[in-house]
């Protein structure tokens, strides 16, 4: 199967003013990330380590310092200076605020038939036709059509999100933090909707979450993102059952059990440092519990620990200790 996202090495970096001083923010720090046709990759860190950015840059609407992003074989920076209707069509995204990206005054129908037109679908039956499909896809009654955003539920809110973003036809859906405004009754939902588009459509999906438990049961691989770099990256079996990264490993640990909720739970040292002073050598060293000295100097390559097909590997000494 074809990639369909492509990211090499990417760097973004931001100039800033600290005091007096000039500083340089790395939001996202040498990136190598790939997602073919029909899977789904989970994206997963703390808010502030870079996830929104990488969407950002994705989509084309946040600048590259160096590295390459390609969507659908094309270079998204080209891309959207040359040809911004052919991005848009290669790659959509669905936000978490579905009430936030949906215009009160607009019906759902228009809503759906705005991008369409844009698109180049001009005949008016050919329109109408596949809004009323794309309902049916995102498990709406066409009666829905004539009426707007507001007079919907969250959930159902963020169908027509969907709708909306897939009625183009993208090969890549980015969905940011896609259920964290929902009802946590209605998650789930939305999160089978999702694969079951992903399959039907044979999409690739990124999904990004500050809550590794959203994407435990839709990805096909994942990537754990820390300050600004993927600290681990692996199918989702090996990432739940032999994690790598301490990083992980405590994610993992802080994942609500719905059958003891109230059990004591496995919580994170500390803060994530300011991505504008992050600490020498490992990222993560001021809250892993495993730290020695080496993982305070220098920089962590990324050891690889079942090359191939299904590759998993991590940015750990631990890692190359036990090697
Ligand atoms: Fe912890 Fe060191 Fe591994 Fe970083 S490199 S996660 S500090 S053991
Ligand atoms: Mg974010």
């Known amino acids: 199967t074809a990639e369909v996202l492509t990211i090499r090495d990417l760097r973004i970096h931001y100039s800033v003013r600290e005091g007096f001083r000039k500083k340089t923010l790395k939001a996202v720090n040498g990136i190598d990330l790939s997602i073919k ?18 969407a950002g840059a994705i989509m084309g609407l946040v600048p590259i310092t160096s590295g390459s992003v390609h969507v ?43 991008p ?10 050919e329109v109408e036709a596949r809004v009323i499909d794309m309902l049916a896809k995102v498990g709406m009654k066409p009666e829905a059509a004539d009426r707007r955003p507001h007079e919907f539920s969250g959930g159902q809110r963020q169908r027509i999100c969907i709708a909306r973003a897939l009625i183009v ?7 940011d933090e896609p259920v964290s405004a929902l009802d946590v009754s209605i998650r789930a939902q939305i999160i089978n909707l999702l694969l079951e588009l992903k399959d ?18 839709m990805s096909d691989r994942i990537a754990v993102m820390y300050l600004g770099r993927i600290v681990e990256e692996g199918a989702w079996s090996d990432i739940f059952t032999h994690p790598l990264h301490p990083y992980t490993q405590a994610l993992i640990a802080s994942i609500p059990d719905p059958l003891a ?42 050891f690889t620990i079942s090359p191939g097909d299904r590759f998993h590997r991590a940015r750990c000494h631990l890692l190359e200790q036990a090697k």
């Open 72 to 114: 659908a074989g094309q270079d998204v920076p080209t891309a959207v200076k040359s040809d911004p209707l052919a991005q848009a069509r290669n790659v959509q995204m669905v936000f978490q605020d579905p009430f936030a990206s949906l215009n009160p005054r607009r019906s759902v129908r228009e809503a759906l038939a705005a």
């Open 261 to 302: 909720p109230t059990a004591r739970q496995c919580r994170m040292q500390g803060e994530a440092p300011s991505p504008l002073n992050p600490p020498p050598g490992c990222a993560f060293n001021p809250r892993c519990p495993s730290a020695f000295d080496k993982c305070r100097v220098g920089d962590i390559p990324p």
């Open 169 to 175: 036809k993208p090969k890549l859906l980015v969905c």
């Open 116 to 125: 369409l037109r844009l698109h180049g679908v001009k005949d008016s039956a």
């Open 37 to 54: 046709a029909g899977e789904c990759l989970g994206l997963v860190g703390e808010s502030g380590c870079g996830k929104s950015t990488l």
């Open 200 to 217: 039907e459509l044979g999409i690739a999906l990124l999904m990004i979450s500050h809550d590794l438990g959203v994407v435990e049961h």
